[in-house]
């Protein structure tokens, strides 16, 4: 059980914010919500990680619906090297050592 | 250069061969992690140590064996390799908190074949 849903495949093109959406609808107060990405050929990457506020660092930006119910990931300017298969892990604190990855979103960047 | 090491990267053996798959890491992370990838259904978790001589199972420890006898290496271990151990291993780790409040970091992968 993943404990998260995402889309199978989005595209993008060169250049343009790209949001990859997640629903994690049965998420609990101390879950946080994870991204990570896979690109072809190499081993899973941290993107990004945050609890209730929105979070910004220099890969991606956060976005946490105020319920807690669902999340987005926002590549603000899309590049050929960003194609890769994105992941949204609920990481429950109660469980914390196991991480559950889903089946993700295969991201495709176009020119 | 800080990293997570996998050895071998390729290997192909045969059904009840015992292998080991070594990973090192030299961040001085407690946390570290065996996954497996299989195609439509993601990355599962085998096993994981929070740190030397603490190990528990993962969502699929089946058939694996895993120690934690130094902090820098995590070994994953094949008694008795079958077909359908055929995967893609991975290799994580993470400082203090298991990946919840830092991030992990992840291994190039081994690539397993068991005839």
């Known amino acids: 059980d993943a404990k998260t849903t995402q889309p199978n495949s989005m595209e993008s093109n060169e250049e343009e914010p790209v949001h990859l959406p997640c629903n994690h609808s049965?998420?609990?107060?101390?879950?946080?919500i994870h991204w990570y990405r896979q690109l072809p050929s190499q081993g899973p990457e941290y993107v990004i990680h945050?609890?209730?506020s929105n979070v910004n660092n220099r890969m991606a930006s956060l976005a946490i619906a105020e319920d807690r119910k669902s999340s987005t990931l926002i590549l603000h300017r899309a590049t050929l090297r960003d194609a890769a298969v994105y992941y949204c892990i609920r990481f429950d604190t109660g469980t914390a050592s196991k991480l559950t990855f889903g089946t993700g979103t295969r991201l495709q960047v176009t020119l | 250069e800080a990293q997570v090491t996998q050895n071998p990267r390729y290997l192909i053996t045969v059904t009840g061969k015992k292998l080991t798959v070594t990973c090192s890491q030299n961040?001085?992370?407690?946390?570290m992690s065996w996954y497996r990838q299989d195609p439509g259904l993601g990355l599962r978790q085998i096993y994981y140590?929070?740190?030397?001589?603490?190990?528990d199972k993962g969502d699929v420890p089946e058939g694996y064996k895993v120690s934690r006898k130094e902090k820098r290496n995590f070994p994953l271990i094949l008694e008795s390799p079958s077909p359908n151990q055929t995967s893609l291993y991975f290799c994580a780790s993470s400082p203090l908190g298991g990946g919840v409040y830092n991030e992990q970091f992840f291994g190039p992968g081994t690539r397993l074949t068991v005839l």
């Open positions: 049965t998420i609990s107060g101390t879950d946080y």
């Open positions: 961040m001085n992370h407690e946390y």
């Open positions: 945050g609890l209730t």
């Open positions: 140590s929070m740190n030397v001589e603490v190990t």
